[in-house]
């Protein structure tokens, strides 16, 4: 079975900092590894996903987040933040029985 | 394209009731999955269809619970009698199949008092 783990239920950046969020996963196989992102009242939102291949991947509105084998991490990251990424985040980890498995999820605020 | 459709919105009923929650996914999407979200959590799979089978539903509490989808299209989702536990947000969510990345809904957020 396969799990992740979200290191902070919530999260304060100011408007311009850099947005780290921590994923950190557990998976008997490759997993293949997801963020998504929650806005209130409404579904989850794909910002990224990695499978195979490179490390490093990018997603929508700025966002990436780096596979780290060795370190079982799976970190979401953005340069600057900005008043619209205040959201709720959610790590996620599948194998090769393609069931998502969440974590708890990060809040994020923004601060101006 | 039309995003995965869920209704009603708000449910609120007292314990002991029935409720039941419909989803219409993506046109063309085969697989078909319902979450169940408790604030404060993340989602939880209750069940997943490929087409109008049900490929999984081991966390679904069948005493209560219970799911369709018929002609491999919409699906509605039934809790009868609902419990104080179950209050939480019920997400559906579709993909075109269990390969691809899922598409969710807005869900339906039910309170029981």
């Known amino acids: 079975a396969q799990s992740v783990t979200q290191l902070g239920s919530h999260v304060s950046v100011s408007e311009g900092a850099l947005v780290l969020l921590r994923c950190n996963y557990s998976s008997s196989v490759p997993p293949y590894l997801f963020w998504y992102v929650q806005y209130p009242n409404q579904g989850l939102q794909l910002l990224l996903k990695y499978t195979t291949g490179a490390t490093l991947v990018k997603g929508i509105n700025g966002f990436e987040a780096e596979f780290k084998k060795s370190e079982t991490s799976f970190h979401l990251t953005k340069p600057s933040a900005h008043m619209s990424d205040a959201a709720e985040y959610f790590c996620a980890v599948t194998a090769n029985d393609y069931k998502l498995s969440f974590g708890a999820g990060t809040t994020v605020t923004v601060r101006a | 394209e039309a995003g995965v459709a869920q209704s009603p919105r708000y449910k609120i009923i007292e314990k002991r009731q029935s409720v039941a929650f419909w989803c219409n996914p993506i046109s063309g999407h085969a697989t078909l999955y319902w979450y169940q979200q408790i604030l404060g959590q993340g989602p939880k799979l209750l069940i997943q269809?490929?087409?109008?089978?049900?490929?999984?539903d081991s966390q679904l509490p069948k005493d209560r619970f219970s799911a369709e989808r018929l002609k491999g299209v919409d699906s509605t989702l039934k809790i009868q009698p609902a419990k104080l536990e179950d209050s939480a947000v019920y997400l559906c969510?579709?993909?075109?199949?269990?390969?691809?990345?899922?598409?969710f809904g807005d869900g339906t957020r039910l309170s029981i008092l």
């Open positions: 269809f490929q087409n109008n089978g049900v490929v999984d």
């Open positions: 969510a579709s993909s075109l199949d269990r390969y691809q990345p899922q598409h």
